[in-house]
């Protein structure tokens, strides 16, 4: 009762109010007639057990390491599985299976939208920018967006990119001065990434490293920590159950716009600044303001609606990416001293033209694979938007014996994407629950049965809704991780200490047994001496 009444910003104890209790009962009477009511949905494909009757299957994937609940119910029935959503709000079809994914994604991929639970939240976390955008709106939008982040655009952005990390490493030397020192790692790299995107995306310095950008950073990791709670998880069920919801003052959904209220006005300050600072006609700038401020297709509020996007999407989830590669290496002491070595071989400091050259440089690139593969953000959703069929690669063999090698949806019918489940099929990688590099030096699946986005997995998505900054977060991770392997050694706090991740916007790492401190990654750094 404490908990909903918090939930609810109530200034006495539920108990109080008899009303509350009606409505609630009544609240929960709808919903669970409409449940009983509704047609049965996905026929024939598995259901796991139902956890609980009120909570359907979600609370236990919501309330365990990312992945976990759905990995185990996917090895043991399928890559395609249906659950129950909680608040008896219907039936949703889970899906790893690469062939549906390709449809979903790519050749349907505007039939196929966000739900009516994810959009509104993306719209209040970072507004109607490029995440949030569907259809036509979206197609504009990334053809508005797409020159900020070519190919030769991210190329020129690698000097900003290596001064970033140099600075880090610096300050990681003077931490570790007197020998070495437990960081946490999660901050550091949030740091670093915001102050990149700063100055590669926004001509701005967040100066981080020396305490700026805190009001962002805050709000972030924040809004990360209050999402994995029960109120989190209580919030998300309600609005599943019923959208309408999201108009009520209740505390969790509310302020789930608190990053977009402390960025827009900076977005604001930078889009006035870029004006006057005559960046549109001098063609100062190559960073994403000025390059969107030259062609001048987006309005002032889609611009920064994009900023917001941008720097959310942008610093912490590459952060994530970072932190989660570190982590792997300090569990694998044989694998960072190969990667150490490799570096060193080259005897200078790597070129990006040398962090790109496969040939000169095969373990790291494998490292780099396979923490994105292992790591990845958070899952995706769609809802149909008519009626279809979706494609399976893997088909379903029913108790009866027959094989379903498609699936009949219907207009409205919600699908889950557990994108670290896809990255991690056992089906398709053996042992895919295992961070391993080597895998990527051998014999790879078979394409067929690999997703078709950046090196066959589902990191960035695939088809026209993949991660657009996909090349800018490739760079950042590869010159972080070099700089700093090549200086330091991590390595865990003791034998017992292990870190699991829960899903915000991203993987965000939370220690086991410090669960109330939230995204936290502390790891042993030690200056590395040859």
């Given amino acids: 009762m404490a ?24 609240f929960l009477l709808f919903i669970f007639l409409r449940f009983i009511l509704a047609p049965e949905k996905f026929k024939g494909v598995p259901q796991p057990p139902l956890p609980s009757w009120i909570w359907g299957h979600m609370h236990k994937t919501h309330n365990t390491p990312a992945g976990e609940h ?21 039936k949703l ?18 039939d196929y939208t966000k739900s009516d639970l994810i959009r509104p939240f993306v719209e209040r976390v970072v507004g109607r920018g490029l995440i949030w955008a569907e259809g036509d709106l979206h197609r504009l939008q990334r053809k ?26 610096a300050k990681l030397s003077s931490m570790v001065a007197e020998g070495e020192s437990i960081i946490d790692m999660h901050d550091m790299m949030g740091k670093t990434t915001l102050d990149i995107f700063g100055l590669v ?36 069920a309600m609005l599943r159950a019923i959208p309408a919801t999201a108009r009520l003052p209740i505390k969790s959904i509310s302020e789930q716009g608190s990053i977009r209220r402390v960025i827009s006005p900076l977005a604001r300050e930078l889009i006035v600044r870029g004006k006057n600072e005559g960046e549109v006609s001098e063609f100062k700038g190559n960073d994403f303001m000025s390059t969107m401020l030259r062609n001048g297709e987006m309005t002032d509020e889609n611009l920064i609606a994009n900023v917001v996007t941008f720097i959310v999407a942008g610093y912490d989830s590459t952060s994530g990416s970072i932190t989660w590669g570190l982590y792997a290496l300090a569990r694998n002491q044989e694998a960072q001293t190969k990667l150490r070595e490799e570096l060193l071989a080259l005897g200078r400091e790597p070129t990006v033209k ?27 959703e769609r809802v149909a938007h008519e009626d279809d069929v979706i494609p399976l690669r893997f088909p379903i063999i029913t108790p009866e014996g027959e094989q379903i090698s498609a699936i009949p949806v219907k207009k409205g019918d919600t699908m889950i994407i557990p994108i670290i489940c896809s ?26 049965q690999l997703v078709q986005g950046w090196a ?29 392997i090549r200086r330091f050694v991590f390595s865990v706090p003791s034998d017992d200490f292990e870190v699991y991740g829960r899903y915000f916007a991203t993987l965000i790492p939370v220690v086991k047994g410090q669960d109330s401190k939230g995204a936290y990654m502390p790891l042993k750094v030690t200056p590395y001496e040859e």
């Fill in 3 to 26: 908990v909903i009444s918090d939930f609810l910003q109530l200034d006495r104890p539920l108990s109080a109010f008899p009303t509350y209790a009606a409505l609630i009962l009544a």
């Fill in 70 to 90: 759905y990995g185990q119910w996917i090895n043991k029935y399928g890559p395609t599985i249906k659950i129950n959503a909680p608040l008896f709000a219907g």
């Fill in 456 to 484: 066959n997995m589902l990191t960035f998505s695939e088809g026209p809704r993949s991660c657009i900054g996909f090349r800018l977060a490739i760079l950042e991770m590869k010159v972080i991780l070099a700089t700093l």
């Fill in 354 to 380: 040398d962090l790109t050259n496969m040939e000169q440089l095969p373990y790291f690139e494998a490292v780099c694979k396979e923490t994105l593969r292992m790591y990845p953000v958070t899952d995706a």
């Fill in 144 to 169: 508005q967006v797409v020159p900020a982040f070519s190919p030769e655009v991210v190329n020129r952005m690698e000097p900003a990119v290596s001064e970033v990390s140099h600075k880090t490493a």
């Fill in 423 to 448: 990255n991690r099929l056992n089906a398709v990688w053996g042992d895919g629950d295992t961070w391993r590099p080597e895998r990527w030096l051998g014999e790879l699946p078979p394409k067929d």
């Fill in 201 to 236: 995306a926004l001509n701005h310095d967040f100066n981080c490293l020396e305490g700026g950008g805190a009001d962002i950073r805050h709000q972030v990791k924040q809004q990360a920590n209050d999402f994995i709670t029960f109120s989190g998880f209580l919030a998300a």
């Fill in 93 to 110: 079809l889970v899906t790893a299976d690469p062939a549906a994914i390709h449809h979903m994604f790519t050749t349907r991929c505007y």
